[in-house]
């Protein structure tokens, strides 16, 4: 069977985290990004890694943020991966001696071959959907016809995902993993511990039917 991963990003309360880590998401996202409603401080991502059981990764998003930013979260919070949500160049993903993956925000002329050469070293393209006005998290879904069949590097699909849709596209985009946030919230920060439950089995089940 193969096994589809789930990041769930977005994360504002340590139980609720605890709760998607012990349900059996493979990885937990912590926003640092001061403008959006998901936003964690250093002292409540603190409390969030804290409550975390052993083999769950912690994801740092930040988008467009100095080096002197991501370093002092480096410093405070033991961070497995890094998330660039910006207009990072690779070069300045590369600073932090740590995994790092590149959010791409997918329109029609997007070509994955070419930023899969430019993040030829990132451990997955994530790839969500183009809104002028946020980075992410806006629960809507973009065209995944625009996905290549094969990639070099480890997809991770994002954009409008839920328990209704998680074994669809499952099936047609065969990601790596799943990252969802809004999918799986009451409203923007409070996730909804039923719905986590219910994305998660949802995988889970349609990973044993393919």
């Not at 002292?43 to 769950?56: D, G, M, R, S, Y």
């Not at 943020?65 to 991501?70: G, L, N, P, Q, S």
Request: charged share 20%; glycine share 6%.
């Amino acid at each position: 069977m193969t096994r589809t991963r789930v990041k769930i990003c977005g994360f504002t309360d340590a139980k609720q985290a605890a709760h998607a880590a012990y349900a059996g998401a493979d990885a937990i996202g912590l926003v640092f990004f001061p403008p959006s409603p998901r936003n964690v401080t250093i002292n409540k991502a603190q409390e969030i890694v804290a409550a975390l059981p052993p083999f769950t990764s912690v994801v740092a998003l930040f988008v467009d943020a100095t080096e002197a930013e991501i370093r002092e979260v480096l410093k405070h919070v033991p961070i497995d991966l890094l998330q660039f949500h910006g207009n990072e160049p690779a070069s300045a993903c590369r600073l932090y001696a740590k995994p790092y993956m590149k959010a791409i925000r997918m329109q029609s002329d997007t070509n994955i071959s070419e930023l899969s050469i430019q993040y030829h070293d990132a451990a997955g393209l994530l790839l969500d959907a183009f809104h002028a006005g946020a980075q992410g998290g806006t629960g809507q879904q973009f065209d995944w016809d625009l996905i290549p069949k094969h990639n070099t590097i480890p997809i991770i699909l994002a954009g409008g995902l839920d328990e209704h849709n998680a074994s669809e596209a499952i099936a047609r985009v065969k990601p790596y993993a799943l990252d969802v946030s809004s999918g799986v919230e009451v409203t923007k920060g409070i996730k909804d511990n039923n719905k986590i439950s219910a994305f998660l089995n949802e995988v889970y089940q349609s990973d044993r039917n393919n």
